[in-house]
C-alpha cells in the first residue's frame, strides 16, 4: 500500500511537461506588458496580450532581463509596424491627442510660442539628428521646442508639406493657422510648453487653425525617430491607443492560429 500510494503522484509527474512549463507575469513598471519566460533559456517575450504560448511574431520583442534595458532589449520589427499602423489610423480619435489639438487653437496655445507642444515646419527629429554628437549625456539634454530654432527638413514628413506651426512661421502658436500635433509614448511626458524627446515621439499629425484634423486621419506622419525601448522604459500608449493595438494584435493572433504557422 505504501508503494502504491508513492508511486501515484511520480506517475502524474511525469505525465506533466514540467520543464517546458512557462511562466506569465506583467512588467514590474508597466502592467500592461506580459512577460512569458522561457524556462530553458530564460529569455522573455514581452506582449501585449497574455495569451500562452506567446506568438512571437506579434510580440514587442524579447529581452534577457526584466525589466529590459535599451541593451538587452530585442525589438520586433514587425510588431512596429502594427503600432505604427494603428496610430495611424487610431490617433485621431485618441482623446489625449484631441486636447493637444484643442490647445494648439485656443488661445492658452497661442501663447506658447517657439516653446509650444507642436511641430514646426522643420521636424524636431532632424534637429535631434543634428545635435545628436553635441549630446554629452541625457542629464544635460534639453527638450527641443517648437520654434523656429529647429533646423534642417525630414522627406515625407511636415516639413514636405510646406505646412508647419505658426511659431515656425513668424506666429505664435495657432494664431488661426495649421500646423502639427505629436503623439507620443507616455512613459516620460514633456513639462507643459515643451514636446517629447525625439525618441518617444511615433509621429505628427496636421491640424487646421481651429484645431481640427486634416483629412480622414491627420495626414499622419511617422517620426522615424521613435525608440520601443529607452532608458526611461519600454513603450507606454495612451488607454484609448493601448485598446486599439490589443484589439489588433488579438485579431492578428487569431489568424497566425488558426494557420497554425506561429513559433513559441
Given amino acids: ?15 506533466q511537461p514540467l520543464c517546458c512549463a512557462r511562466t506569465v507575469s506583467t512588467l514590474p513598471n508597466n502592467k500592461h506588458i506580459y512577460v512569458h519566460t522561457d524556462p530553458v533559456t530564460s529569455n522573455h517575450t514581452l ?25 538587452t532589449f530585442r525589438e520586433n520589427p514587425t510588431f512596429h509596424g502594427i503600432l505604427q ?11 489625449d491627442v484631441h486636447a493637444q489639438a484643442a490647445a494648439y487653437a485656443s488661445q492658452a496655445g497661442a501663447s506658447l ?14 534637429q535631434y539628428n543634428n545635435n545628436k554628437s553635441n549630446r554629452s549625456g541625457s542629464d544635460k539634454r534639453r527638450r527641443p521646442s517648437s520654434g523656429p530654432g529647429s533646423v534642417g527638413s525630414t522627406k515625407g514628413t511636415a516639413a514636405e508639406t510646406g ?19 505629436h503623439v507620443s509614448d507616455q512613459r516620460n511626458p514633456p513639462d507643459y510648453g515643451r514636446i517629447a524627446w525625439p525618441e518617444d515621439i511615433f509621429g505628427s499629425l496636421e491640424v487646421d487653425g481651429r484645431g481640427a484634423f486634416v483629412g480622414s486621419n491627420g495626414n499622419y506622419q511617422e517620426s522615424g525617430t521613435y525608440r520601443m525601448c529607452t532608458n526611461d522604459g519600454i513603450l507606454k500608449l495612451s488607454p484609448y491607443l493601448r485598446e486599439r493595438l490589443v484589439e489588433r494584435l488579438q485579431e492578428l493572433e487569431e489568424q497566425e492560429r488558426r494557420k497554425g504557422d506561429y513559433s513559441v
Fill in 163 to 181: 505646412a508647419g506651426g505658426a511659431s515656425a512661421q513668424g506666429g505664435a502658436g495657432g494664431a488661426g493657422r495649421g500646423g502639427w500635433v
Fill in 113 to 126: 510660442g517657439s516653446g509650444g507642444l507642436f511641430f514646426p515646419a522643420n521636424h524636431p527629429s532632424q
Fill in 85 to 95: 499602423s494603428v496610430i495611424a489610423a487610431h490617433a485621431v480619435h485618441d482623446p
Fill in 47 to 71: 506582449t501585449l496580450t497574455p495569451t500562452t504560448p506567446p506568438v512571437k511574431s506579434l510580440a514587442l520583442g524579447t529581452t534577457s532581463s526584466v525589466p529590459p534595458t535599451p541593451n
Fill in 1 to 15: 500500500m505504501l508503494l502504491l500510494r508513492s508511486s501515484r503522484p511520480i506517475a502524474r509527474a511525469i505525465g
